[in-house]
């Protein structure tokens, strides 16, 4: 039998209001001393009574609009009943039948690079928004012990400060088909957010995190498989290695004639597998009930048509002027449009006056491979764009040769110096005067009789070992261009 896996996600996204959801609290509670961010609302205290953030209602409108969405002319809240050991008031305020937005899309175009099958054709995959819905989030536990979960915990601790932080759901139709896919809808996704400038979208601080359903039917089928929900998953490799893992313990247990249990899964990002936190509840589980101490809210038309013309330019649109604009290829203008810090980046380079297909390629290559290495994101960077054209400015004079440029580059980005002041403090300058090279040469081709006399006798292979010689002799800043015609000049003339 051959199996059809069925993906559909949730992500929640932690808005970056001043405020929490339903009370004056400072939101920002990253870092503050625990329990310090808390009143008697979002700590549910009897008498306490909620006052919608508009703020947070406005940025979720932004984001379904972004996504293709229609804003509910009438959105309200409702509270979704269980038992949250981190939610001081046992219930969540979230909404239930009248989300902020509904029926949108984003479109993931899956390229080469998205890929783990090189043998597959790029193609573009429309994944449905079933809805983006406005909630409070929870508080955080923290559990101590070795392997810092509940179960083998001594004994956990309560921080109330992120209670009541405005949360937005955006939840996928299930149209997703692999966990490739599901990575790269998580990272446009998280992109088109940025743009927005609604949320920081930290995925290590966890105000960007994903669940996601998985089943499997056979291929043709409609009907829906019993699925998984795997929890908080907060980085796109974890998203992808939990749903391969997923993906091949539902093959195996159905391929073996067995029957997958629908429940909710914890990921271990350590071992790369899941396992079972608890049975998958259903929204009547929840019994959701209309919050009573909060009127429904009205978007205008007005008010609709105010925040769609205040939409940011999105990476779909920015990725097109980047081709059009600058005659880069579609897959250079991809990788710079996939972040707003890479595209903010590349534009500051360009309003410096850089040359839009070699700052591509620089960013492209040796900065992104320092990126990596470091752990750093490009907006963490010492090495700006600034240092960037710097560089870029010393090559197109011919002041230093393209090994040098790369060595410079690794020092600039470690130190943070600009690359003229590596060169002037390590005398890197580019030697391009051709008395002093041909000087060079000559020693080179004195020092190396034989190598000089199995050129003469046809080794051409001889040649390179002089070039090498000559490079070294001059500290490697010999101009290679000039080097090898002046070379190539007097072992002729020794002929």
């Known amino acids: 039998m051959e199996l059809e896996t069925v993906i559909g996600l949730e992500i929640h996204v932690e808005l970056n209001t001043s405020s929490k959801m339903f009370c004056g609290c400072s939101a920002d509670f990253f870092g503050a001393e625990p329990n310090t961010l808390t009143c008697p609302v979002c700590l549910g205290l009897p008498g306490a009574l909620p006052v919608a953030n508009e703020k947070a209602l406005e940025h979720t409108a932004t984001i379904g609009l972004a996504l293709g969405c229609s804003v509910s002319p009438i959105t309200k809240f409702d509270r979704k009943n269980y038992f949250y050991p981190d939610m001081p008031k046992d219930y969540q305020i979230s909404q239930y039948d009248m989300p902020v937005c509904k029926n949108g899309y984003l479109d993931v175009e899956m390229t080469a690079q998205e890929l783990s ?239 839009a297909k070699k700052v591509a390629n620089w960013m492209m290559g040796e900065l992104s491979m320092h990126l990596n290495a470091a752990g750093l994101k490009i907006e963490e960077s010492a090495l700006t764009p600034r240092h960037l054209l710097s560089l870029l400015k010393l090559i197109d004079a011919g002041s230093i040769s393209g090994k040098m440029a790369k060595e410079i580059f690794a020092e600039s980005f470690e130190t943070g110096k600009l690359a003229e002041v590596i060169v002037e403090e390590k005398n890197l300058t580019q030697l391009s005067d051709s008395s002093e090279i041909e000087k060079i040469v000559m020693m080179a081709l004195s020092e190396n009789s034989k190598a000089v006399e199995e050129y003469h006798q046809g080794k051409d292979r001889a040649i390179g070992f002089l070039v090498g010689q000559a490079m070294r002799l001059s500290q490697g800043r010999a101009n290679p261009a000039l080097l090898n015609e002046i070379l190539k000049e007097k072992l002729s003339e020794k002929a």
């Not at 392997?147 to 149209?175: C, K, Q």
């Not at 996704?189 to 359903?213: Q, Y």
């Not at 539902?250 to 004639?257: A, F, H, N, V, Y």
């Not at 991809?334 to 595209?343: D, V």
């Open 117 to 355: 099958s090189q043998s597959q054709e790029p193609y573009v995959r429309r994944v449905g928004i079933n809805r983006v819905h406005l909630e409070e989030d929870t508080g955080k536990l923290i559990h101590i012990g070795q392997s810092g979960r509940i179960a083998a915990a001594e004994y956990s601790l309560l921080d109330f400060n992120r209670a009541g932080v405005p949360l937005v759901e955006i939840v996928t139709e299930p149209d997703i088909r692999s966990a490739d896919e599901a990575k790269a809808f998580v990272q446009n996704l998280k992109n088109v957010i940025e743009h927005l400038g609604v949320s920081d979208c930290d995925m290590e601080k966890g105000s960007f995190r994903c669940d996601a359903n998985i089943s499997l039917r056979p291929v043709g089928s409609e009907e829906l498989g019993t699925k998984s929900e795997v929890k908080n998953m907060n980085s796109f490799r974890a998203i992808q290695r939990a749903l391969i893992y997923e993906i091949e313990r539902q093959t195996k247990i159905l391929l073996d004639g067995g029957r997958v249990i629908q429940e909710t899964r914890h990921f271990d990002a350590v071992g790369n597998t899941t396992s079972s936190l608890r049975s998958k509840e259903e929204a009547h589980d929840y019994r959701y009930f209309p919050e009573p101490d909060l009127v429904p809210k009205v978007f205008t038309e007005e008010e609709v048509r105010a925040l769609k013309a205040a939409l940011p330019e999105l990476p779909t649109d920015k990725k097109k002027r980047f081709i059009s604009d600058y005659s880069l290829s579609p897959s250079d203008a991809a990788f710079l449009t996939s972040s707003k810090a890479t595209g903010d980046y590349f534009e500051e380079c360009m309003r410096l006056k850089g040359d």
